[in-house]
């Protein structure tokens, strides 16, 4: 299913050329220290596999002893707690559900914060609310360590293929230190300036992207109702002022275009469950900043009461159906 | 201003290839018979000035004076009322402003109905109600003439240059001989299919760009209050799945881009009440058609909102600065 | 299923003293001339057997003839065409549909103005657009007819008990000779000024009644979620501020209130397609005088998603169940 | 101010006969022992005043020595910190601006918690996230101290002339014991269940306070424009199933009701400000908990856009002048 959805934050290498540099590490394995990983959930999991395929030694943990057996059985050194691994690591990631989960492995009892030492690089790659990663580097930065948020775009599959892309936020200086275990991890780094920033980029992102899929759907429907054929709509939108990714890389209506969920009864992709959380991230920093986003905020309500009407594990193309008038009706 | 808008609705002529034929007519002028201009306004004087300069007679009438003695001076014979513009020519074109007004000029008392002869080719260029195109195609058919819609994108300037995209619904076997005179009038005509998906095409394209311009609008503000950099985040959006026409051709943030209204204190582009008032007909035939548009029917509130708080005449992409926090909040 | 709905448009007698009048007439039935009744559908049939029941001899007519043999059984005259029954009678009620059906009844080829007497009052219940019936009136005039709107609150029901409510529009002068019938059919009449405000009354009612049946829908829901006992929440909200008739008279959670819809699995009441339909009036004549309705507008949106969803004939008080968590989830 | 909102959050004394009870204290002064005040903002000031009035010695701190010294003239015991209230006084009652706040009071450094007494009842009357209050209670109770949030409706001038409504959430062993104490700060007192629905209460009215005020600012305008005189329409609406507090007791149209704000070019009353604050606190329990509310969202971005558009210090009904056309439009 990632296959279909690889596009989904694909960005151009060439456009990023001077965003982004890939770098090509020549360092012998050996001269490698090991790199901490916290979080081995569907994406952690394969994330620290390319760290270790890269020559990294990995020291992770996890609360589910399961995922830490599969890493260990990959080569990964296998610890109980964050703390631990922020005795024996200097460079730390963290890829977890939530901002509940990242204050508790930063700043919980047995959390890295415990236990760090100076000048420790810690990174995140969870989607989380931009204000806790303040947060978290604000008390990183009182242990002596440095604290970056790298939120991933790309799902399972990229991940795998270590072809995710990376939003930062952090100090520049150290930006290229959190680089060069990133590219391990994925094909694209982008950075985006001050802690937080990074899952600003990301939220901000997917709140576009929601608004502009549920607007395609919305228009091809009526289009159709007004007796447009789909196909020929949605090429009249691609060459004018109505274009946008949802309508010309991952159309919603099931014929316009091939290797999409929206042609595969809107299986695999991005689940519906995952971007109404992505937008609920979103309506929590508009709502707490101030900052009216009147579209942005319908359409988290739309994508909440699609997962409440059986569409939680589909693709959020599948909005088309959602909105669509049922036969007969 | 129309120079900063001529990409509205712009198409790529070379994509367009396969959907319409500019043709480059050789007919000597001795050989065009006349053909009639219903509505002198500002787009339809240039429209009607382009048809003289192609060689073809225009009898032309409208309900102001001194629209029809600008045209008169420029060579066209001006007559009283649209029935008699029927008696003299047997392809006519009409430009008016709303559905009422296209009513009258085709089935009042003096109405081209009236008088119209068998086999005429009627071409409503208006933007109205896909609803009234097809009840105007009916009663053309009764008279035995044949009606089309062509409602067009791009502003006066577009007009006076012959640059206007004319997206066309009616009979297939009459498409040739509309696009005939529709060429010497725009730069691009697509054949969209029955009467009024012409006007299903133009109205789905506006509430597509409408919801991606306040889309954008409001990423693009929660953006920079969560401290990224505009450009940036433009940058990042326009590689990812959050780009969009507003985002990438028209960004609506003044400083990103050159040359588009956001950097010219929004004046010129797209008025906000011409895109409420085609919000107003997407509105207007979702609801008759019962189709659920959410999105849509939210962004043709914010904009009828904005026509009475003092946007009426900014383009459309001021919908970032009425969002956007005053100094001080 | 009137019952449970009776009171959904209720007025207080008491507090109407001053707005209207209910006449008892004492004339005795050999005085009274005919009244011409078009439109004999779930509404209309009961309507016109009260006027008959009243003593006022009926001219009928509907397009199909089985609603016609109905009422001929209990002594109405059934006549061939709106024009016939104006041939016949100098007061005319129309019940029908929609606004395409009333302008054919009035305006069509057999319309009512083809054969109207001079100084016949007219008097439509229908729930249409008021601009048509503005337009309606303006005919009429012309044929020295009058014409007034007249729509209904109150369901099957309330036509059979005479029960219903009429909001009138029309000249002043008139509204006593339309209130000696429309007494005949309800128990409320309300003077609401020039033609076409009845309409309007009842429409904004609507608009209002479909906004906080949703809020109380979405407050219920969300106070349940926090954890509040939802009789006690509706308690305290009918107490405060937040007090609307959806919360106090017609709460939409099961088990808050007794003998309204909520309480018998949504069934009887009003129909979501119905609130759906006159929405969808609300948003036209928003539309069309270019006034911003946000909320009524959105809420239009969730009853047409309603209604492709499984909702349609289910009471638009059926929001709680559409908005509300499956189970699961 | 106050006058014209006192009725805002009011309730029919008679109505809460069995949620409340108004204890008349026979206990003589001297037996009272101190109780503890923290905030002494607007409303925390005359509302530790009636603390005092009532015979209660007061503990009191805030971060403005101005504000200490105001009380401390008026007889109350100033000291440095929240924990030194908390070593002094077994019952304290904290009034802040937001959950941040709250969070610092009772677990920051020099907080409460840090000298907190078993068996201390704690009284939050803050309006913050019920999920706060929730942390602050268990955060409370691994210290055997009782918490309940308490949050109030009613403005400065409620507080002041201790009319305050206190909507109480916590276990119900110890509601008498905070019953006590509010009884001196206000008029009613309804216990709501578990710790957090207080403010769930508080946070549900509030929202469907302002659905129903956007709604029948919506609808009068509409109304309005269609012809309907206001006075009549809000009659209408007001024996009607269109009917809300919003409607019939704090109509926004000015020239409809007396000694309200819309009266008085909407000076008084609840402010935008403080409306758009609740909304983002019912917009956030909603995203976090997972639940729709499409309408209670799409009024807050209402009040958000006001809040920048010149009505932050407005009475909240002043959206009835935001959303109607400017004179000329």
């Known amino acids: 299913s990632f296959n279909q959805f690889r596009g989904y934050f694909r960005m151009d290498i060439n456009k990023l050329n001077h965003l982004s540099t890939k770098i090509l590490s020549s360092r012998s394995m050996a001269s490698k220290t090991p790199v901490g990983f916290i979080g081995l959930g569907n994406m ?4 620290a596999k390319n760290l270790l395929r890269n020559g990294y030694p990995v ?6 002893p399961e995922s830490c057996k599969e890493l260990q059985d990959t080569g990964a050194q296998v610890v109980d707690s964050p703390a631990e691994v922020a005795e024996k690591a200097d460079r730390i990631i963290t890829m977890l559900p939530s901002s509940p989960n990242v204050i508790e492995v930063y700043t919980g009892p047995n959390g890295i914060l415990k236990k760090v030492k100076k000048g420790t690089l810690l ?6 609310d931009p204000a806790v990663s303040k947060e978290m580097a604000v008390a990183a930065e009182k242990m002596g360590a440095v604290f970056m948020d790298a939120p991933v775009s790309g799902g399972v599959g990229a991940a795998s293929l270590a072809k ?7 100090v520049e200086e150290e930006y290229h230190a959190a680089q060069e275990l990133l590219t391990c991890m994925g094909a694209n780094v982008v950075y985006c300036g001050q802690v ?4 600003a980029a990301k939220i901000c992102n997917n709140m576009l992207l929601a608004i502009g899929m549920i607007g395609t759907a919305e228009t091809m429907n009526l289009g159709i109702r007004l007796g447009l054929d789909p196909k020929l709509l949605a090429k009249i939108l691609n060459m004018s002022s109505g274009r ?3 309508s010309d890389t991952y159309n919603p209506v099931p014929g316009v275009m091939e290797g999409v969920p929206s042609a595969n009864n809107y299986q695999g992709g991005f689940g519906t469950t995952l971007m109404a959380k992505d937008l609920g991230l979103a309506q929590n920093t508009a709502t707490n900043t101030k900052t009216p986003v009147p579209l942005g905020s319908l359409a988290h309500q739309i994508y909440r ?5 059986g569409y939680a594990n589909k693709d959020f193309s599948s909005v088309f159906q959602f909105l669509r008038e049922e036969e007969g009706q």
Do not use: E, H, Y
Request: net charge negative.
């Open 123 to 128: 990174i995140d790659s969870s989607t989380i």
């Open 305 to 309: 009461v699609m997962c409440s009407r």
């Open 164 to 170: 995710l892309t990376f939003m930062v936020g952090g």
């Open 59 to 64: 020291i992770a943990t996890d609360v589910f």
């Open 244 to 246: 946008c990714w949802s």
């Open 196 to 199: 937080g920033t990074g899952q």
């Open 44 to 47: 952690g999991t394969p994330m």
